[in-house]
């Protein structure tokens, strides 16, 4: 086991569970900023790093609708948890950035520069990755790209680690995103803990991953290595706690737009928006101006948005979506149906986060196939419709 030796593209290495604080290092010394998992306030979230020490060994969660606690797993696992209440959202899109600021006295107005980033994102589950290619997709594709965004995008290197441990809200395998990680990504860990010890098997897919492999001590993977590794993925698909029915559904959504059910999850919803806030592909903002006591110096400044906001559809003259069913099946309609013509993927990349942090337990997967039964009843009813 040594430092430097051959990291050939995606041959698969294993390194032992104490060589992280030496990925640590190899990614401190080329200048990122370590993002990672680590437990704060009764949760697994997403937070800068200095050290391997601060990740969240032997700790799983336990989820369900409206809810996510923290559990001792009985062993040294970093990563053997399913989706918190944040995601790579917040490191790349922040809920709230200053857009520019002015001055009266010197009638100057200062545009934010974009802040210079260099994150490397440690811990990226698959359903993850999909959702910064959503992001990306979004937010710096196209002809007017977000400073704010590739700013902090721009330069990010990848450690994904595959899934092994789906939760109860996960789904992942309906929506193609998991618990594989195929691409996207530099490094791609899959986490093996059993009586051989805590070790990792390590696939490096770029040349940046490449090189911060080479500063970690690390073997080539036995055959058994990779044949674990794949088995353990295998078996997580095989324990999704939901799962979505994907065929049909922004057509079964688009002609339930009158569907009784509406009120049902109205009845439910609170239209507090944490399903948007939660949600690794929910990206609108506002935009609000301020002002000092004086107004002699005022700033723009840029907060997420969610459309369960009354104000989220205001146009002159008031609200377009002034009910809480109307603004449910926008969600819903949107980030399930007409997601795929705007941009030619589901909205929905399975992670289960707005099922675990809806207060009141609202399941997106189990009001779709509410709709789809609903839809189905009225065909048996009748055929012609
Ligand atoms: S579905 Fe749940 S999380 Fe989303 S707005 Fe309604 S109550 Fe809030
Ligand atoms: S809609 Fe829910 S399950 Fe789908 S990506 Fe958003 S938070 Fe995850």
């Not at 009764?42 to 809810?67: F, H, K, M, N």
Request: charged share 20%; glycine share 10%.
């Amino acid at each position: 086991m040594q430092p430097g030796g051959d990291t050939g593209h995606e041959r698969p290495m294993t390194i032992d569970a104490p060589a992280l604080q030496a990925l640590f290092d190899a990614l401190h010394s080329r200048g990122y900023t370590v993002v990672g998992p680590t437990v704060r306030d009764g949760a697994i979230v997403l937070d800068e790093l200095t050290s391997a020490t601060q990740l969240p060994y032997g700790w799983g969660v336990d989820t369900e609708a409206g809810r996510y606690r923290l559990r001792p797993r009985g062993d040294t696992a970093a990563f053997a948890n399913s989706a918190g209440p944040q995601s790579w959202k917040q490191v790349l899109h922040p809920a709230r950035a200053r857009m520019w600021s002015a001055d009266r006295s010197t009638g100057a107005v200062v545009t934010e520069p974009p802040e210079p980033h260099r994150y490397a994102l440690l811990g990226v589950r698959p359903c993850d990755l999909a959702a910064i290619r959503v992001l990306d997709r979004v937010l710096a594709g196209g002809r007017h790209p977000d400073p704010i965004y590739t700013g902090r995008r721009d330069g990010n290197l990848i450690i994904a680690v595959e899934c092994t441990e789906p939760g109860a809200t996960c789904f992942c395998t309906s929506m193609g995103t998991g618990p594989h990680a195929d691409s996207g990504f530099d490094l791609a860990l899959t986490e093996m803990v059993d009586d051989s010890g805590h070790r990792f098997l390590v696939r490096a897919a770029t040349p940046a991953g490449a090189d911060v492999l080479a500063a970690v001590p690390h073997q080539p993977a036995e055959e058994a290595a990779v044949r674990q590794a794949g088995d353990a993925v295998a078996q997580a698909a095989t324990r999704m706690g939901r799962r979505l029915r994907t065929e049909g559904l922004p057509e079964m959504l688009a002609a339930s737009r009158q569907s009784p059910h509406w009120d049902d999850v109205a009845s439910r919803c609170l239209t507090c928006g944490n399903c948007t806030m939660v949600c690794p592909t929910c990206f609108c903002t506002t935009t609000e101006d301020v002002t000092d006591l004086t107004g002699e110096h005022a700033e723009r400044w840029r907060r997420w948005d969610s459309c369960y906001d009354l104000d989220f559809s205001y146009l002159h003259g008031g609200s377009v979506r002034t009910s809480g069913e109307s603004r449910y099946r926008q969600w819903i309609s949107h980030k399930l149906g007409t997601w795929h013509e705007q941009f030619g993927s589901s909205g929905c990349v399975g992670c289960g986060r707005c099922i675990a942090w809806c207060p009141t337990g609202i399941d997106i997967t189990e009001e779709a196939a509410a709709l789809f039964s609903l839809q189905e009843a009225a065909e048996r009813e009748d055929p012609t419709s």
